[in-house]
């Protein structure tokens, strides 16, 4: 069971920077995870927040049934202490995903402090990026 978390402003993509983020709408991004979890027998819970409590919220709520979590926490990646202390408390295997290269952005988006607390981070392949790290966390022993 994966858990799956967008953070911040990607409810916009499509509209957001397509320049930077593309025309795919965070509709078709989530039919793109469904199906291909499905194809690996993998069930998955989707949710998006803009906020930073509800992000850890939905961490909590999910403990029981979910067994890894893929989270893009997407503006809160680079300064959210508590979401990464969130991920640290659940136990649950992470990785952390973007659709964007960081490292390839502005310095301020280069830094993540939610890394500290996920076993992977995935960026710069656009919807693949949610698709390896389905991959990763079917494929690893954690």
């Known amino acids: 069971n994966i858990l799956i978390i967008h953070g911040p402003n990607l409810n916009f993509l499509g509209l957001r920077e397509p320049e930077i983020y ?3 709408t965070l509709r078709e991004l ?9 194809s690996k027998k993998a069930r998955t819970r989707i949710f998006q927040s803009n906020h930073e409590g509800g992000i850890i919220d939905l961490i909590a709520k999910n403990l029981d049934w979910a067994d890894r979590l893929i989270i893009n926490p997407a503006a809160y990646t680079h300064y959210s202490y508590a979401i990464m202390d969130a991920i640290k408390a659940s136990s649950l295997p992470a990785v952390e995903v973007h659709l964007t290269d960081i490292k390839k ?3 301020f988006r280069r830094v993540s402090v939610t890394k500290a607390a996920c076993a992977k981070q995935i960026s710069g392949l656009g919807p693949l990026s949610y698709v390896k790290a389905i991959d990763f966390c079917l494929n690893r022993k954690f």
């Open 105 to 107: 952005r502005e310095p």
């Open 22 to 24: 593309g025309s795919l």
């Open 30 to 38: 989530n039919a793109i995870i469904k199906k291909y979890a499905g």
